[in-house]
């Protein structure tokens, strides 16, 4: 069978790191409300020339140095994201330009914090009907852009950054790497719980992130653990099967709940939001590098991806790496 094989990780970071204390001296917050709350201690925020296409390219980079494929193979550019460069044409295009591998498909996906698993299910599905063969998927954000820095509610949350994967269609043999089960869900009765306040055709300006964050935190854990069960029946493997969990990065609390809900180890679950805090689309695929460069995932391993945002949208898609 045809099967989108994960070849390499990357991802990219701005240098710029932010402390919960410098945030303390920007709005009424202490590092000690920040850690407890959210288990956030620093976050990276774009500076002067950072841009979601500047550190979607720098993703995809390493996403092709690790794979070891030239950027001329790609054929099939899929970018999630909530913050893009321009609001059109897709940042994906200007990823492709960058890379210089232009005459392929490209272009965004826009599921906010579920953006990488909807990428991802849009593009396992386009190599495995044969439209294309080697695939970028990348989540890259810029949400520092969109966040009101007097909403302390919210400013504290989130962080850039941007993590890629580069898949290629190959023939598989039966339990050989691959996605091998992806499910995506939405909900639009939601939107009034996480949204930006403005859009270009409602308001003709970008808007800021506004969320009621105890409603999405309820949410969260239970649609988390319903598309897990889902996505494990589907694919006929139990909780215990799993090697690694890669989660949406959007709070260490939601991460524990989520983990207890299926009844797995903590130590199976990759955390990162203690330093990226909340990168949006690009959290999972952060998570992903992560683990996979400091040598935690391994080929073999038997990885669950999930993540839940505004919309709602949420989703989980199960690989073997
Ligand atoms: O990525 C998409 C999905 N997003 C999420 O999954 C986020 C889900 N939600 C959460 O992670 C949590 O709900 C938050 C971290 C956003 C908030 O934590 P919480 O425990 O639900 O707090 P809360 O919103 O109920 O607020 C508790 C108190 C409030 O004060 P009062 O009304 O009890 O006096 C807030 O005003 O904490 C206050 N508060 C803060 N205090 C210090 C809110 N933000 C801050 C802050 N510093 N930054």
């Avoid at 909807?118 to 009907?129: C, E, F």
Wanted: proline share 2%.
């Amino acid at each position: 069978m045809i099967r989108s094989v994960v070849k390499g990780t990357g991802s990219a970071l701005p240098s710029r790191v932010v402390s919960n204390d410098e945030l303390a001296r920007l709005v009424d917050t202490s590092d000690e409300w920040i850690v407890e709350r959210t288990g956030i201690r620093s976050r990276h925020v774009a500076g002067e020339g950072e841009t979601t296409a500047t550190l979607a390219t720098e993703a995809a980079r390493n996403a092709l140095a690790a794979a070891g494929v030239d950027a001329s193979a790609v054929d099939l550019i899929v970018l999630a994201t909530a913050t893009p460069d321009q609001t059109f044409p897709a940042t994906a295009t200007k990823v492709q330009d960058a890379l210089g591998c232009n005459g392929g498909i490209a272009f965004d996906v826009s599921a906010v914090c579920s953006g990488f698993l909807y990428a991802l299910g849009v593009a396992d599905s386009l190599l495995r009907t044969g439209m294309a063969k080697h695939a970028l998927v990348i989540g890259a954000e810029t949400f520092s852009r969109i966040l009101d820095w007097e909403d302390r509610a919210t400013c504290v949350l989130f962080g850039d950054g941007a993590g890629a994967v580069l898949l290629a269609a190959e023939e598989v043999a039966e339990g050989g790497p691959g996605v091998l089960t992806t499910r995506l869900h939405a909900d639009g009765a939601h939107n009034e719980l996480l949204f930006t306040d403005g859009g270009p055709s409602s308001t003709g300006t970008v808007g800021k992130v506004r969320m009621k964050g105890r409603e999405v935190f309820r949410h969260a854990v239970v649609n988390l653990a319903e598309v897990l069960q889902e996505v494990l029946e589907e694919s006929g493997f139990t909780a215990a099967d799993l090697d690694w969990v890669v989660p949406h990065q959007a709070n260490a609390r939601i991460l524990d709940a989520t983990a207890r809900k299926l009844g797995l180890a903590n130590e199976k679950v990759i955390v990162t939001v203690d330093h990226h805090a909340n990168t949006s689309a690009a959290s999972v695929p952060l998570a992903l590098d992560a683990a996979v460069r400091d040598g935690r995932i391994k080929a073999g391993d038997l990885v669950m991806l999930e993540a839940m945002g505004g919309g709602f949208t949420w989703g989980a898609s199960l690989l073997r790496m």
